[in-house]
T-cell receptor, first 106, second 114 residues
Framework: KNEVEQSPQNLTAQEGEFITINCSYS?????LHWLQQHPGGGIVSLFM???GKKKHGRLIATINIQEKHSSLHITASHPRDSAVYIC????????FGTGTSLTVIP | DTEVTQTPKHLVMGMTNKKSLKCEQHMGHRAMYWYKQKAKKPPELMFV???????INESVPSRFSPECPNSSLLNLHLHALQPEDSALYLCASSQENARFGTQYFGPGTRLTVL
């Protein structure tokens, strides 16, 4: 069993839809990262959270430490949001989730 | 400058070749990382350098040899690789160990071993 689980594994949405990606973890952590990886490789760090909520443009990330759960929300989704979204928990090591592949259709 | 650069972008090598991957950052970060990523899988940590010293080696085979010549540069020397080593190799850096900081990733080197 992975220390970090994400759902859904794959997600297809129409442009403009509100999207939620979930991340649950089973280890003690000091922070959690949300990462975005476009086809071709490069990874971009979107958020690092240790509590509460952060917002950047159309992206919102929340974390509930008691429930060991984090969510990434995308409002007004756009085809350029199509990518793999990975959550990574920082505990004794960096635990990566399995990723959520998002496709936004125009 | 918030960029991590990696060269080459693509590399094809035979099993008897010796090659090196390079990673550079000028953000003053003191922790640097090598990851290996297979298709449709999350990155797997290979090595961590902290203050130019190897602090974590995740049981990586000796055919992969990391080197940190200075605080801005990280190399990964490759020798006698196997076809299953074909993957995307990602470099990252952070201000301190990952425990504390956001990691900045490079674009990766896509390695194919024939």
């Amino acid at each position: 069993k992975n220390e970090v689980e994400q759902s859904p594994q794959n997600l297809t949405a129409q442009e403009g839809e509100f999207i939620t990606i979930n991340c649950s973890y089973s280890v003690g952590i000091s922070a959690l990262h949300w990462l975005q990886q476009h086809p071709g490789g490069g990874i971009v760090s979107l958020f690092m959270l240790s509590s509460g909520k952060k917002k950047h443009g159309r992206l919102i990330a929340t974390i509930n430490i008691q429930e060991k759960h984090s969510s990434l929300h995308i409002t007004a989704s756009h085809p350029r949001d199509s990518a793999v979204y990975i959550c990574a928990a920082v505990g004794n090591q960096f635990y990566f989730g399995t990723g959520t592949s998002l496709t936004v259709i125009p | 400058d918030t960029e991590v650069t990696q060269t080459p972008k693509h590399l094809v090598m035979g099993m008897t070749n010796k090659k090196s991957l390079k990673c550079e950052q000028h953000m003053g970060h003191r922790a640097m990382y090598w990851y290996k990523q297979k298709a449709k899988k999350p990155p797997e940590l290979m090595f961590v350098y902290s203050y130019e010293k190897l602090s974590i080696n995740e049981s990586v085979p000796s055919r992969f040899s990391p080197e940190c010549p200075n605080s801005s540069l990280l190399n990964l020397h490759l020798h006698a690789l196997q076809p299953e080593d074909s993957a995307l190799y990602l470099c990252a850096s952070s201000q301190e160990n990952a425990r504390f900081g956001t990691q900045y990733f490079g674009p990766g080197t896509r390695l194919t071993v024939l």
